[in-house]
């Protein structure tokens, strides 16, 4: 059983938590929080027993092997730093850093500390269905490029509107916020991971009055097509995601949460492609993970882990090109 410590006391903690309960493959001893009183108040009802608010004892006296780190994403460095001198196995939430220069740095870190592992949480394409969509696409004769939609709106955004300071930290360039960096992670996943990287990238964000984008069209340019990036947190858009063949489409139903596929072959006749999913999306890739913590040196895993960091870095440099495309920087972007 892997020992978790968490850093980050949110929903989607929440559902990790239920995700790793499901795989039986990881117990919560040790939480961080900002207070003790909020870490106590998280932990207990699953089962944690350590509690922390400073990050140095948290590191220093915790018993885990596993730490889970969800802050905010202008914090992932500082945090990931202390977890690989700790010698720790980190799942990072997307996005993994806020630039090329900060995962640079993180890299010549593991480097120094060949017993740590770090992988992003990039939940949905570790999933069965991911997969089978892959191994379908690959035996497409012809490649068009897509249109990727991630649109959802975030209820969050009421405290922006209503001008409820402090705003939310997913909507402040302090925090690293806003859509791109938040749901645009997946739609830059479903680009890369299918065709690799761009020729070139441009960002049309919409801004908001916290100086982040809440909504945005991107646009990847590849030899002899395009993907197209329609990403927000201020609507909810009912679009699918498609792959365009030359006669034939791949459609997914949602590129983050995905519960169908079916491909359309040059007749119009659809398919859908098959294979078992969890309610909760982040099951498969904890199971993932935890093949890797498990056997950390056997050299399957370690192909495998080094594919998704060599995928974790792309994302993270195409991510960081469409803010440079629309001049959009953080505060982060200023120490590089």
């Keep these: 059983m892997l020992k978790l410590g968490i850093i980050g006391t949110h929903i989607i903690t929440d559902q990790m938590l239920d995700a790793a309960k499901t795989t039986g493959r990881y117990q919560l001893t040790t939480v961080y929080s900002r207070t003790m009183a909020r870490a106590e108040e998280f932990g207990k009802p699953y089962g944690a027993t350590a509690f922390f608010d400073s990050l140095e004892d948290f590191f220093d006296e915790g018993d885990f092997d596993v730490v889970y780190i969800a802050s905010p994403n202008s914090l992932h460095y500082e945090q990931v730093r202390l977890a690989i001198e700790n010698d720790k196995f980190i799942i990072l939430e997307k996005p993994a850093f806020v630039n090329p220069e900060e995962f640079s740095r993180i890299e010549s870190l593991l480097a120094a500390h060949p017993k740590a592992r770090l992988v992003e949480a990039a939940r949905h394409i570790h999933t069965g269905l991911f997969k089978a969509a892959q191994k379908q696409f690959a035996q497409m004769q012809h490649h068009q490029g897509a249109t990727i939609t991630v649109m959802k709106y975030s209820s969050r955004y009421d405290q922006v509107l209503a001008d409820d300071k402090p ?78 063949g030359l006669k034939d489409t791949l459609v997914f139903d949602s590129i983050f949460d995905t519960t169908k596929v079916t491909y359309y072959d040059e007749n119009k006749t659809a398919h859908a492609i098959e294979a078992p999913y969890f309610e909760n999306s982040m099951v498969d890739e904890l199971n993932d993970f935890a093949d890797l913590f498990e056997n950390p040196s056997d050299p399957e895993q370690m192909k495998h882990y080094q594919a998704w960091l060599a995928l974790s870095r792309d994302v993270n440099t195409v991510m960081f090109d469409l803010r440079q495309s629309a001049d959009y920087t953080f505060p982060a972007d200023m120490n590089r």
């Excluded at 990036?229 to 792959?243: C, D, P, Q, R």
Aim: charged share 10%; aromatic share 16%; no cysteine.
């Design 167 to 244: 705003y939310p930290n997913i909507f402040t360039k302090e925090f690293a916020g806003g859509a791109l960096m938040d749901l645009g992670v997946y739609a830059v996943y479903g680009a890369v991971t299918m065709y690799g990287m761009p020729n070139s990238v441009v960002y049309f964000p919409t801004m908001a009055k916290t100086g982040v984008d809440t909504k945005g069209v991107a646009i990847l340019t590849y030899d002899g097509f395009s993907v197209t990036l329609n990403i927000g947190k201020t609507s909810n858009s009912h679009l699918v995601t498609e792959y365009y």
